[in-house]
């Protein structure tokens, strides 16, 4: 509701969610907007995912990690719950019932796929899952999702089938070798943002056997399929990931992986220009 006061990639992407502002417009408060201002809880991007994933976990005393320490973040929330005038209690209300009906729905769609994709998951990152386990929450005021700290929030979609892409997404997000992709496409000079394709393709390749496939004429559905409009090259990608997904074994390790399609990245962007 305060998303203005977030770090700008925030406040323009993750917390855009203009319906749901909409919706709670009425709960904002000057006192609380002014202490935010005051206080200025997150520099960057990165802090507010950190205290976010944190809201998501219990420590060892059980109260929530994000709370539990002296932070100005924990701090300011703290003094928010307490002052009781921010209106979690009645947005909670209304929108519980809801998520858990929905969470019940997906996790009928997703609890007999989910090791199969974690496997061809960590198959095609070539990386092995670190963790046993992983916190997934639905988060109602997001507009889209986050994998971070091995924990994702995400908001619910009105289709399970992109839900399913959607939280292959963010798991790829979780187990890709980050440092070897943007290390190499910085040094080819390439854009960085191609790193979220290379994400997405690793995602969609692993859940597409599990999803609903689309009936002649129709197209697949929005939503599944890495979107050229959203994600820089993917037309020179696709054909590639989807030989590698035909066979993981023509590489040893991820690093060859990306060693192989940057020159053909640097080449089709050559021609291009």
């Known amino acids: 509701m305060y998303s203005e006061l977030m770090p700008v990639e925030l406040a323009t992407g993750m917390l855009a969610n203009k319906a749901y502002q909409a919706r709670n417009a009425h709960l904002r408060r000057d006192e609380v907007r002014l202490e935010l201002q005051r206080v200025g809880p997150f520099a960057s ?22 709370l539990s320490d002296s932070s100005k973040p924990a701090e300011l929330f703290r003094k928010i719950c307490r002052g009781g005038v921010v209106g979690f209690e009645e947005i ?24 199969q994709v974690l496997s061809r998951l960590s198959i095609l ?56 992709v943007g290390d190499a496409l910085r040094r080819a000079s ?3 943002e191609i790193a979220h394709t290379i994400v997405d393709m690793l995602a969609y390749f692993s859940v597409r056997g599990f999803l609903e496939r689309p009936v002649f004429p129709n197209p697949e559905k929005k939503g ?5 409009n959203y994600y820089p090259a993917v037309a020179e990608l696709y ?26 990245l640097k080449e089709r962007t050559e021609v291009g220009s």
Request: charge should be negative.
């Open 92 to 115: 909670w209300k209304e929108v519980r019932p809801r998520l858990e009906e929905y969470m019940e729905k997906f996790q009928s769609e997703w609890v007999p796929i989910s090791d």
């Open 224 to 228: 599944i399929k890495p979107n050229p």
């Open 45 to 66: 991007e990165s802090e507010w995912y950190g205290f976010l994933t944190g809201l998501m976990k219990r420590g060892p005393s059980g109260g929530l990690e994000a």
């Open 125 to 180: 990152a070539k990386s092995p899952w670190t963790v046993d386990r992983i916190p997934i929450h639905f988060v109602d005021c997001l507009y889209g999702g986050f994998g971070w700290n091995h924990c994702i929030g995400f908001a619910a979609f009105p289709d399970q089938q992109v839900q399913k892409k959607f939280l292959a997404h963010e798991l790829s997000e979780l187990i890709i070798p980050r440092r070897i």
């Open 190 to 192: 390439l854009n960085s």
């Open 239 to 264: 054909p590639f990931f989807e030989r590698y997904a035909a066979d993981p074994s023509i590489y040893k390790d991820f690093k060859e992986v990306v060693q192989d399609l940057i020159p053909s």
